[in-house]
């Protein structure tokens, strides 16, 4: 990666940590305690999905929720939680598409993300959300395999998204033949990637989720993976830090 690139990476993270109060504080939050009860998908996808809000309040919970996430403990004694923030940005100007993730690292209130641009064309946003989504789930997958049988704990991922559209396919897809069609054909095989990495965490014995949260509200895990999908949608080459 650029020299440059890096460097305007690890500006917008440390923009981010430049707040009056402390993003994490002793024992505000040791364990993830739920928004609402979880749904199980009516699809193939192998976890539970947190229902979107609908109400007022519901939202107001939603963002607490998302927000604890920069505060919780990711390890205790018997489990080690991975959190996650998947944004997608589509471009009208350059017709360009691509994925912003951020996640916490286990260094308190350290943070890292990555940008990935998508390839294929689309002026369906949901579309693009729905592969932000998937490289999250990539990204954990891999973290998982590296960490679980040195640590010898129960894993939990948790992956926020604030594209309703997106969660409501994935809960509810099946897999049964492509589509012929070409605009299909990629949402397909999202989807199904999806299920697929699901499956293998589920393999693993990982524990997984899937959550709303309201965009553009101030939550910094989903303010960062917002300004990184944007930042490589503008650009010509993914970014990371």
């Not at 998508?118 to 946003?125: K, V």
């Amino acid at each position: 990666m650029q020299d440059g690139r890096r460097k305007n990476m690890m500006a917008l993270l440390n923009q981010l940590l430049e707040k009056k109060e402390p993003l994490w504080q002793p024992r505000v939050v040791s364990t993830v305690s739920k928004v609402s009860e979880s749904m199980k998908p009516r699809g193939d996808f192998q976890g539970n999905i947190i229902p979107w809000a609908i109400s007022e309040e519901d939202k107001l919970q939603a963002k607490s929720y998302a927000s604890l996430m920069t505060n919780m403990l990711l390890e205790t004694k018997t489990t080690q939680y991975h959190v996650y923030f998947a944004d997608g940005s589509l471009r009208s100007r350059n017709g360009r598409a691509a994925a912003g993730i951020a996640w916490r690292k286990p260094s308190l209130s350290d943070w890292g993300g990555q940008g990935l641009h998508f390839s294929a064309e689309t002026s369906n946003s949901n579309l693009v959300e729905l592969y932000a989504i998937d490289c999250a789930l990539e990204i954990a997958t891999k973290e998982i395999l590296q960490t679980k049988e040195r640590t010898g704990k129960t894993h939990e991922v948790l992956i926020f998204s604030d594209s309703q559209g997106a969660l409501g396919g994935i809960m509810n897809f099946k897999s049964q033949r492509s589509p012929s069609a070409k605009k299909e054909k990629e949402q397909y095989r999202l989807f199904q990637s999806v299920v697929e990495r699901s499956e293998a965490l589920k393999s693993q014995g990982v524990n997984l989720e899937l959550h709303w949260v309201p965009g553009h509200k101030d939550v910094p895990g989903n303010t960062l993976a917002d300004k990184l999908a944007v930042a490589t949608a503008k650009s010509k080459i993914d970014g990371s830090s």
